[in-house]
């Protein structure tokens, strides 16, 4: 961390992996998330997630400037049917300071780009830039105790009422409880995680 201000955008991010997870929430408030690399190929729920986001927020795919990262995108974007903008990175050449060696093509990645070079890249893709002073409060957020105590964790019926919760709220399936709490709380708010989780209990039962 810089120390310097985060900036927030309408879309959410989309990053190949965990440590541009890191990268890009250094630098925005807003939702990121990763496709786990060439992961997201076999992960039908996860482009599902994506789809429901584009047609909602829109989503931002901010991937390396590399072959991979190019492929990556071109999944995506053949894939999803509402809005989907482009951040492209330049071509620097370097080698990750956890890395022992560069790339097969010698590119940085996202996680090496400085701060400016990403918020120029995501100005040029055409994102929503909010200004955080004029956003409402956040409203009150769901708990870990509260999936808890309505079901989704920690019983004998909780793998199925959090695959049906999950169908209905247009996550990824494969969710651990501290991914799917961090979801619900960026995506949906009390209100909506409520109201899915009583329709979610409602088809359980109907089964």
Same mark, same amino acid.
């Given at each position: 961390?810089?120390?310097?201000?985060?900036? #927030?955008?309408? +879309?959410?991010?989309?990053?190949?992996?965990?440590?541009?997870?890191?990268?890009?929430?250094?630098?925005? +408030? !807003?939702?990121?998330?990763?496709?786990?690399?060439?992961? *997201?190929?076999?992960?039908?729920?996860?482009?599902?997630?994506?789809?429901?986001? #584009? &047609?909602?927020?829109? *989503?931002?795919?901010?991937?390396?400037?590399? /072959?991979?990262? &190019?492929?990556?995108?071109?999944?995506?974007? @053949?894939?999803?049917?509402?809005?989907?903008?482009?951040?492209?990175?330049?071509?620097?050449?370097?080698?990750?300071?956890?890395?022992? /060696?560069?790339? #097969?093509?010698?590119?940085?990645?996202?996680?090496?780009?400085?701060?400016?070079?990403?918020?120029? =890249?995501?100005? &040029? =893709?055409? =994102?929503?830039?909010? $200004?955080?002073? @004029?956003?409402?409060?956040?409203?009150?957020?769901?708990?870990?105790?509260?999936?808890?105590? $309505?079901?989704?964790?920690?019983? !004998?019926?909780?793998? #199925?009422?959090?695959? +049906?919760?999950?169908?209905? =709220?247009?996550?990824?399936?494969?969710?651990?409880?501290? !991914?799917?709490? +961090? /979801?619900?709380?960026?995506?949906?708010?009390?209100?909506?995680?409520?109201?899915?989780?009583?329709?979610?209990?409602?088809?359980?039962?109907?089964?």
């Amino acid at each position: 961390m810089t120390g310097e201000n985060k900036v #927030s955008i309408r +879309e959410v991010i989309v990053v190949e992996g965990k440590y541009d997870v890191l990268k890009v929430r250094a630098v925005f +408030e !807003s939702p990121v998330i990763s496709t786990d690399g060439f992961g *997201i190929f076999k992960r039908a729920d996860l482009v599902r997630h994506l789809d429901a986001l #584009s &047609r909602t927020c829109g *989503i931002l795919l901010l991937t390396d400037g590399d /072959a991979a990262g &190019r492929q990556i995108r071109n999944f995506i974007r @053949s894939r999803v049917t509402g809005k989907v903008l482009v951040a492209y990175i330049p071509d620097l050449y370097g080698k990750e300071k956890r890395k022992t /060696a560069p790339s #097969s093509e010698g590119k940085l990645g996202v996680e090496a780009m400085p701060r400016e070079v990403i918020l120029e =890249a995501v100005r &040029r =893709a055409g =994102a929503g830039f909010l $200004d955080t002073g @004029s956003l409402p409060p956040p409203e009150e957020k769901v708990t870990r105790t509260m999936l808890y105590e $309505d079901g989704l964790f920690g019983g !004998s019926e909780s793998a #199925s009422l959090r695959k +049906e919760f999950c169908r209905l =709220a247009f996550l990824p399936e494969r969710m651990n409880v501290t !991914s799917l709490l +961090e /979801a619900v709380n960026l995506f949906l708010g009390r209100a909506g995680y409520e109201s899915l989780r009583d329709q979610a209990k409602k088809n359980i039962e109907k089964k």
